[in-house]
């Protein structure tokens, strides 16, 4: 079992920058990939990006892409989400999640391939 720990979201002009953390305990960190996703109210939680056990490889939304960097520090068991040039339509609570094997894969769905999470942070992006 992972425990999860997401930190750095907040209220944010848009057009702005965060960047999410989200430290994990419990399994080695470098035997899993990594996962970003969120939740807007009443929609479904979504994919934003993913990143494998050594970070050589990277996966994102369409939405985020060219926005977003996803990254890792092994030797800190954390994972980060750069989020530049944010707009309005990217508020929603930012989860972090552990996959289940070392890689992610972009042709499955994306939410069953994770098997634990944090407890979600929240962004803001005002208008």
């Known amino acids: 079992q992972v425990q999860l720990v997401e930190s750095g979201g907040g209220l944010v002009q848009a057009g702005g920058s965060l960047r999410l953390s989200c430290a994990a305990s419990?399994?080695?960190?470098?035997?899993?990939?990594m996962g970003w996703f969120r939740q807007a109210p009443g929609k479904e939680r979504e994919f934003v990006a993913a990143?494998?056990?050594?970070?050589?490889?990277?996966y994102y939304a369409d939405s985020v892409k060219g926005r977003f960097t996803i990254s890792r520090d092994n030797a800190k068991n954390t994972v980060y989400l750069q989020m530049n040039s944010l707009k309005p339509e990217d508020t929603a609570v930012y989860y972090c999640?552990?996959?289940?094997?070392?890689?992610?894969?972009?042709?499955?769905?994306?939410?069953?391939?994770?098997?634990?999470w944090g407890q979600g942070t929240q962004v803001t992006v005002s208008s």
């Open positions: 990143i494998s056990w050594s970070g050589g490889s990277t």
């Open positions: 419990g399994r080695t960190f470098s035997s899993y990939a």
């Open positions: 999640a552990a996959h289940q094997l070392k890689n992610y894969y972009s042709d499955y769905d994306p939410i069953g391939q994770f098997g634990s």
